[in-house]
């Protein structure tokens, strides 16, 4: 008997019209390690919830059969939202608790599960002191701890960067015996841990099912135009068609051009966000200066970005935030975008540009995760600004909105505009065809940037003329030279 | 402060309870003399829960600076400024004395012990102990998303100037944004926890015992001994003003 059986399953969630999931049938035996693909909306996460028994009967519509035999244990996308403990045992511990496991039993068992993952810590490790990637280890030892016959995983290097979500497969590669089932967008990297690939097809049924090299061979192009990650299917790269233009925006060593792209690359904790929050006039700098040329300020150029006033700095730089949610300020999508466009043709152009115009009278926090991607970039680029800032735009999306972004980026690029672009994803640099600046991990506070070779442009050196003449900016003591202040 | 002092080891319930006496008994007296017994008890013991005075000062200069705004005011809006002056001592005394033992108890008490404690020995339900303490490891992220979300409102070309209205709007927005982030992460929360069988109707077991002994007894009941005494010092002296009557 295999481990799951699914007959006709589907669901509908409650207040839904579209069955999220529709005519599954389904057998997944005992040891297999599935790979759950398909198309955004396809069903994938709700097909997981299902099996992990998360779906109760208040929680919509179902119909057909769902059997699974073993106990399950699943792992969740966001590390943050799935620890429950502080101490790093505690949170290990609290499913055993939950299953009323005898006292004695627990720490073994703790144990066991923390070195199955390979955590490298101790049990007393306060959570909050942990990287991503070591959180989603975490959180596997707590699914793996009750000992599950079922392995579910949501996407659970998604909200990762490189190094983390090595450090996850590093640690699913060791479960050989559990059974295990995975969704992921990126699946390239996975595939020599799977025995088989299931794809759902959107609107009901399996659109595909077999070994991961037949199915790709098989369906590879198909599924990549419905916007599957699928592995030996490159993207278009975009190159520049142009070489850059004239300086926008320098810090210290750092120069952004127009008609340029610029990728901010480097680990976690190296300060790409706080970077990008001062380049985007948002933040003040900690260290050195943000200078806006007259390009980019206009009438403003005596003061430096972050001095600017809001709807000025939203003409000139456009940032768009790591979370889209966090940029919606009305109730409607078409608002969002009048807010900063003023002109209703504008708007227009852009909700079509963008393929949000079937949405416009939507809330913006109904959307999809790709959709409101695609509704971020679209706000930061209502107020026309020359220069455009973005934290991980492509984080977690979907081939087809991915291939979209870059597009988009490529086409406002090769038109002047400067792209500035904090990144984990080496795919997107490529496609741009982006500078690198890659930072190094933070040894200070100070954000230091290692200069590419080949920039020999002129840079604010601290003989210069102080760029704001009324800012009374830190001197900066350099040896032999005389500092900023005294260059007045 | 150092966990293995004698009483700064005692059961959190334990403590929260000696802290829940002494302030039920400060609050039915309106008279200097109570507190001032009870306060000088409470700082006697300090040392017993390793915690040094100067720590101490740190941990309660909210409490130190709202005391003294409180007896100021009294004093600048008084007609008698003698009579107010008397009750001014009496109430920076009483909110000292109730407010203290309360701060001794947090500030010696690891959050996961005192939700264990809350559930073995105080019986709570251990969907509001173990809930409240998961939600509360989440707090420090909303700081951050504040942060964030002002700045996003400002990228998007949002702001108040010196206008209070359009900051009063820009604030509601900011909080509604923030308030959408923090039940999206709390339903994920939920859901995480729903699938590690969390009270699923299963008999729970305990991986760190939280035993209540006499010595937790004994704290307890040496804070009923300090309420009495407080009291009874008043009574004596004849200082006692009832709350009620």
Known sequence: MPAVRLRGFGHRHAGRRRWALRGVDLDIEQGERVALLGPSGAGKSTLLAALAGLLPPESGEREGTIEVRERTGIVFQ??????????????????????????????????????????????????????????????????????????????????????????????????????????????????????????????????????????????????????????????????????????????????????EALAVTGPNGAGKTTLALQLGGLRKPTDGLVVATAALAGPDATKPPHKWRARALAGRIGSVFQNPEHQFVTAKVRDELALGAGDPARVDELLVRLRLDALAEANPHTLSGGEQRRLSVATALAAAPRLLILDEPTFGQDRRTWTELVGLLAGLRDDGHGIVAVTHDPDFTAAIGARELPLAARPLEAVRYCVPPGDDSPNLRSGDPHPYPHENARPQPVPGATSRGEAQ | MSPAAPLAARNPAAKLAAAAVLTLALVVSLDPVAPAVALAAELAVVPLFGLRYGTLARRAWPLLVSVLGAVLTLFLFAQDRQQVAASALALALRLFAVALPGVIAFATTDPTDLADALVQNARLPVRFAIGTLAAWRLVPLLGEEWRLINLARRARGVDAGRNPVARLRLFVSAAFTLLVGAIRRGTRLAAAMDARGFDSGAPRTYARRQTFGAADAALVGGAVCVAGLALAVSVAAGAFRPLLG
């Open chain 1, 78 to 259: 966001d590390p943050q939202s799935q620890l429950v403990m502080e101490r790093a045992g505690d949170d290990v511990a609290f499913g055993l608790e939950n299953i009323g496991t005898r006292p004695e039993r627990i720490w073994p068992l703790v144990d066991d599960a923390l070195r199955r993952v390979g955590f490298p810590y101790g049990r007393d490790r306060n959570v909050a002191a942990l990287s991503g990637g070591e959180q989603q280890r975490l959180a596997l030892a707590g699914a793996l701890v009750s000992r599950p016959g079922l392995l579910l995983l949501d996407e659970p290097t998604a909200n990762l960067d490189p190094d983390g979500a090595r450090l996850v497969r590093g640690s699913l590669a060791g479960l050989d015996d559990t059974t295990t089932v995975i969704v992921e967008h990126r699946v390239a990297e996975l595939v020599p841990l799977l025995d088989r690939v299931i794809v759902l097809e959107p609107g009901g049924g399996i659109r595909a099912d077999g070994p991961p090299a037949s199915v790709f061979a098989r369906y590879g192009d198909e599924l990549a135009a419905d916007g599957v990650w699928v592995p030996g299917h490159p993207v278009p790269a975009l190159s520049p068609r142009s070489t850059p233009g004239e300086v926008l925006l320098r810090q210290d060593g750092l120069q952004v051009r127009a008609a």
